[in-house]
T-cell receptor
């Protein structure tokens, strides 16, 4: 009964380092999403994948890349981390006409 | 420019009373609205939704009202319980890919 699993839960990086956030879902969902949440703000969509093999930019894609590795997994990569990317990152998945299910987030700090 | 606004950062309600959380939006193309609940250190969990073809949707203690002319929706929780203490997010969508635009959230505190 895992749902959406995000790893790691916490990470501290130095400016300029790279990192990949992992997300896997076991609900056989077609669509997957990456969001960031900053203090005092709602979630903002970074990238999404409507189905396996496709990815599209969301509201705030700059500085990020994604890979839909297979139907279960959707990863988010920071090639050169910047302090402005300090945030909580949430992955979500859904099937058509269903609400999004979220993981518990990755708390990322960039010094 | 915030398309979805939750103007109350926090709300305190007595246990057993009604909690009313409000949300305003500016984009008239939004046709689907959702409320999510979030506890600390957890991801948001879906609570209730409403399509723009309806003006009310009810699920147990939770009711969402939509006023399209005012571009306003509200979530009513009756009666409020201690476990309802959480941050509530309003979100809206206007496309089939279900890209959600989120409000900043309202922290609901239920007092015993």
């Amino acid at each position: 009964n895992a749902g959406v699993t995000q790893t790691p839960k916490f990470q501290v990086l130095k400016t300029g380092q790279s990192m990949t956030l992992q997300c896997a879902q076991d609900m056989n969902h077609n669509s997957m999403y990456w969001y960031r949440q900053d203090p005092g703000m709602g979630l903002r969509l970074i990238y999404y994948s409507a189905s396996e093999g496709t990815t599209d930019k969301g509201e705030v894609p700059n500085g990020y890349n994604v890979s839909r590795l297979n139907k279960r997994e959707f990863s988010l990569r920071l090639e050169s981390a910047a302090p402005s990317q300090t945030s909580v990152y949430f992955c979500a998945s859904r099937n058509t006409n269903q609400p999004q299910h979220f993981g518990d987030g990755t708390r990322l700090s960039i010094l | 420019d915030q398309q979805v606004k939750q103007n109350s950062p926090s709300l305190s309600v007595q246990e057993g009373r009604i909690s009313i959380l409000n949300c305003d939006y500016t984009n008239s193309m939004f046709d689907y609205f959702l409320w999510y609940k979030k506890y600390p250190a957890e991801g948001p969990t879906f609570l209730i939704s409403i399509s723009s073809i309806k003006d009310k949707n009810e699920d147990g203690r939770f009711t969402v009202f939509l006023n399209k002319s005012a571009k306003h929706l509200s979530l009513h929780i009756v009666p409020s319980q201690p476990g309802d203490s959480a941050v509530y997010f309003c979100a809206a969508s206007s496309d089939s890919n279900y890209q959600l635009i989120w409000g900043a959230g309202t922290k609901l505190i239920i007092k015993p």
